[in-house]
């Protein structure tokens, strides 16, 4: 199943009888569905219609739909002048230039006025309107279909980029696991010369108990559960990667617990290898966590 990306953008438009009708939607992320819409004066009717259409499509993303709607040249309107309007103001005209010495009414200046020409109003139907917005709502399914290739086409890069991180985790993960210091031998046998040297201060500690507390330490200061884990982790994520769908969510808990095990990882380490491994880890984990907020 494809992954998507919560960021994308498409547009489409169509004519319908003459109205050129046209659709451009695009999305961020969000934790759910939320989608503003800007619709013309007079459409507010579709308001529902869009937000159903975004809602059924998507599982995830905050989303912009914007409607515009305009004539085309072919369906230009001529406009009627109204004669017996104009034939009254030509003569009013006239008698200004004749009685008072105005300057002569031109043609244009006469059209201008307002009342003379006059746009006949296109009479809609219920009919006419249903089919109209069922147009409409056709090219926006056609939008939709563009934003959703286009968050499938970003989402397929992302699985690449996030599959890459989960490999850079595995490595770590191995080369921390390989690393000689964290072998329990010879953790105890630096704990036991530490113990060695406190002894050797001649404070009157008690040795018994030192070295119950050395092997303590010991235990706490292996990190193979953490390993382990690490291991089963990446291997949950290669699982979703290869699934698919809406998978954001999960990923970003994944990722919680990433960086759990790194921060456990680095207070455990008795050296300097190890706490290195575990610094790298951890900033490999914050760029997979702030790359799957991207996802659906």
């Not at 030509?90 to 230039?97: H, I, S, T, V, Y």
């Not at 249903?130 to 286009?150: M, N, P, Q, W, Y």
């Not at 994520?237 to 759990?260: H, T």
Request: proline share 3%.
């Amino acid at each position: 199943m494809n992954l998507q990306s919560m960021t994308g953008f498409a547009r489409a438009a169509a004519d319908y009888q003459g109205t050129a009708v046209a659709w451009e939607v695009k999305s961020v992320n969000g934790k759910s569905v939320e989608a503003r819409l800007r619709l013309p004066p007079g459409y507010d009717r579709l308001e529902q219609i869009v937000r159903q259409a975004v809602q059924k499509r998507f599982a995830r993303g905050n989303f912009q739909a914007t409607l515009t709607v305009g004539r085309t040249s072919s369906q230009t309107v001529q406009p009627v002048v109204n004669e017996a309007f104009l034939k009254d103001i030509a003569g009013l005209a006239k008698r200004l230039q004749e009685q008072f010495g105005a300057a002569p009414a031109s043609a244009d200046g006469l059209l201008a006025l307002r009342g003379v020409l006059e746009v006949p109003e296109t009479i809609e139907t219920e009919e006419m309107r249903a089919a109209f917005d069922a147009a409409i709502g056709r090219v926006l399914e056609e939008a939709i279909d563009g934003l959703v290739k286009a968050r499938q086409s970003e989402g397929e890069a992302l699985r690449a980029l996030l599959s890459g991180q989960l490999d850079a985790i595995e490595t770590l993960t191995l080369r921390a696991e390989a690393d000689p210091s964290r072998q329990p031998a010879v953790i105890r046998e630096r704990i036991a010369e530490q113990v060695r040297l406190l002894m050797d201060t001649g404070a009157g500690l008690d040795e018994a108990r030192l070295h119950m507390e050395a092997a303590f330490l010991a235990t706490k200061a292996d990190i193979r559960e953490e390993i382990d884990r690490l291991k089963t982790h990446v291997a949950s994520g290669r699982a979703l990667l290869s699934a698919g769908g809406p998978i954001g969510r999960k990923l970003d808990f994944l990722a919680q617990e990433f960086n759990r095990e790194s921060n456990t990882l680095c207070s455990k380490s008795n050296a300097a290898a190890v706490t290195a491994i575990g610094l790298e880890l951890k900033a490999v984990v914050d760029q997979f966590r702030e790359q799957v907020q991207n996802l659906e």
